[in-house]
């Protein structure tokens, strides 16, 4: 009876991140339909979204923290619930970050418009996508799914680094766009965050199915 109880907490522990995952993501969404396609009234939906994350992130500490304490997890069911702590915190910060490039949005409507040759709108593509994928492979079990994430983040921080050197060029020459420019300055740095994010996520996952750690590139086997 004691397992069973064990293993029913274990699967709500699993069910509560795996919704918080999906408002995450939802939120995300929300946030780059603000900036890349003008829908201001999704600002509105990421504050509600936002509160739900904060308050998800506290609930899903609690229950992770009940089953180390009482339960003495082992192997794999405990790399599980050291991984679910990491994902929730994670979460919590892309949910932030969602909130920041919300906010930018709003701002930068208010702005005389500015055309930057940088290509924020395939960063936001990117970053997206490896969030996607890295929830899946948490919902799926994939490590493969989660794997293929990491190839990813290279990219995202180059375009991030370009988008800087290229708002910094546009801010020398023209100060009067130099707040639009600032936007989108901090839009491209939360997108960067995000895909950040994203990879920490798909390692803590790789870590609980196959007990490597591969974070900053290193895979040690976990006995």
Not at 34 to 61: F, P, T, Y
Not at 67 to 88: C, H, S, T, Y
């Amino acid at each position: 009876m004691t397992r069973i109880s064990f293993h029913q907490k274990l699967e709500s522990l699993r069910e509560r991140l795996l919704q918080m995952a999906g408002v995450a993501e939802q939120t995300l969404a929300f946030a780059l339909d603000a900036h890349c396609r003008g829908e201001l009234a999704a600002c509105a939906k990421v504050r509600v979204n936002e509160a739900i994350i904060n308050r998800s992130e506290r609930e899903i500490d609690q229950l992770a923290l009940d089953l180390l304490a009482m339960e003495q997890p082992m192997a794999g069911d405990l790399r599980f619930v050291l991984a679910a702590i990491k994902i929730n915190s994670d979460l919590e910060r892309v949910g932030d970050q969602s909130m920041t490039i919300a906010l930018l949005a709003e701002e930068l409507a208010g702005s005389q418009p500015c055309d930057f040759p940088v290509d924020i709108p395939r960063m936001a593509e990117l970053s997206m996508a490896m969030v996607r994928k890295a929830l899946q492979a948490l919902t799926d079990r994939d490590a493969e799914l989660a794997a293929s994430v990491l190839a990813m983040d290279d990219a995202v921080d180059e375009m991030n680094r370009r988008a800087k050197t290229v708002l910094l060029e546009c801010i020398a020459k023209d100060s009067t766009a130099a707040r639009s420019a600032i936007n989108l300055l901090f839009i491209s740095r939360s997108l960067e965050r995000i895909a950040d994010h994203a990879t920490n996520m798909a390692e803590d996952v790789i870590f609980w199915l196959r007990g490597a750690d591969v974070r900053h590139g290193y895979a040690l086997r976990v006995q």
